[in-house]
């Protein structure tokens, strides 16, 4: 067993143009935070903040009315309505930010995965191809030094097991498996922003 075999809510393997329940993505997201405590739960505090943050915001809107905001979609959709889908403090930028950090986590993963041993390297590509764009300097400075501060290979992968006898190659695949469904899960929420035409570049 690893940490993504004993996961109690995972993320749904969704298929095109699928709606995203808010309840059990919520869920989802809250189990994969403590990911960033085996990369170093100091120096990835602010990331680990940001994500808990953006997922009370979308916990506290579903709250207020189950059904009325049982997806992800719907709750963006009210925002539009009421014309406050781009306020600072919006559930439509919270799920983009959200998304964000799980497109960071996807990436990271995935080049682990893919037979990348040098985490300092998986970071930095997963940080490149999420974040660092929508990052000021002074959160990019904060960043860079959460890179450095990554374990070794062996000792990280060995944080992922629940039962420490569990090969390397059975917890890659997982690993494997939790990024499928993580994936569509992304590719939704941007499919979705696409359609709505929501485009937050310089946010």
Request: charged fraction near 25%; glycine fraction near 4%.
């Amino acid at each position: 067993m690893s940490l993504f075999s004993v996961a109690q809510h995972r993320f749904h393997l969704l298929s095109d143009g699928d709606q995203i329940e808010t309840n059990s993505f919520l869920l989802a997201c809250s189990e994969i935070v403590p990911f960033f405590d085996k990369l170093g739960s100091t120096a990835f505090s602010p990331v680990k903040s940001d994500i808990n943050g953006n997922i009370q915001r979308l916990r506290t809107k579903y709250e207020t009315d189950h059904d009325k905001y049982s997806t992800l979609q719907s709750i963006v959709d009210s925002e539009i309505d009421e014309g406050i889908y781009n306020g600072k403090y919006s559930c439509t930028l919270g799920l983009l930010w959200l998304k964000r950090a799980l497109e960071f986590i996807y990436v990271f993963l995935d080049t682990v995965v893919s037979g990348e041993h040098d985490l300092v390297k998986c970071a930095n590509i997963a940080y490149e191809s999420s974040l660092r764009k929508y990052h000021g300097w002074i959160v990019k400075g904060i960043f860079t030094i959460a890179v450095r501060a990554v374990p070794y290979y062996d000792p990280f992968i060995q944080s992922l097991k629940v039962d420490t006898n569990l090969r390397n190659e059975e917890v890659l695949e997982h690993i494997q498996s939790s990024l499928e469904q993580l994936k569509t899960n992304i590719d939704e929420i941007n499919k979705f922003y696409a359609i709505r035409e929501l485009r937050f570049e310089s946010v």
